[in-house]
């Protein structure tokens, strides 16, 4: 993906803080991202007008109170069947092995792990869609 194309990256996360530093951090770096923090709204988006077409990379977190980041990688993934749109999961719970024996695993294309930084968060992203 060339940043200056017409897709973007969706970021979802409860914390509207992390929302808005992640926000900053990416449009600054010449990304297009749209921001939920609520799961549900997000795929309303991505179902309205033929999102899924637009989208590069969805960026969520695991544990949010509305839908946890899982249960929204298996929505996407019911639409996206053809993998267009790649998924990076983030979360603060990788050290409990919360994704262990998980079938949803292998269609998460990157996981990381909170906190993470600037530099991290820029190098997941440029493995999967620059």
């Not at 799961?39 to 969805?58: G, R, T, W």
């Not at 977190?61 to 990688?73: A, C, F, R, T, V």
């Not at 929505?75 to 790649?86: A, F, V």
Request: aromatic letters at 10%.
């Amino acid at each position: 993906m060339t940043k200056s194309n017409n897709s973007y990256i969706l970021l979802v996360d409860d914390e509207k803080d992390i929302l808005l530093l992640y926000g900053i951090w990416l449009t600054s770096d010449g990304y297009q991202t749209v921001s939920f923090d609520n799961p549900i709204e997000a795929l309303n988006y991505l179902e309205k007008n033929d999102n899924f077409s637009h989208c590069s990379l969805v960026i969520t977190d695991y544990k949010m109170p509305q839908m946890s980041g899982i249960d929204l990688i298996k929505k996407i993934r019911e639409k996206d069947m053809n993998y267009k749109i790649k998924i990076m999961l983030i979360s603060a719970y990788l050290k409990n092995n919360f994704l262990k024996d998980n079938p949803y695993l292998g269609k998460i294309d990157k996981i990381l792990e909170k906190p993470l930084t600037l530099d991290t968060l820029k190098k997941g992203i440029s493995e999967l869609i620059d």
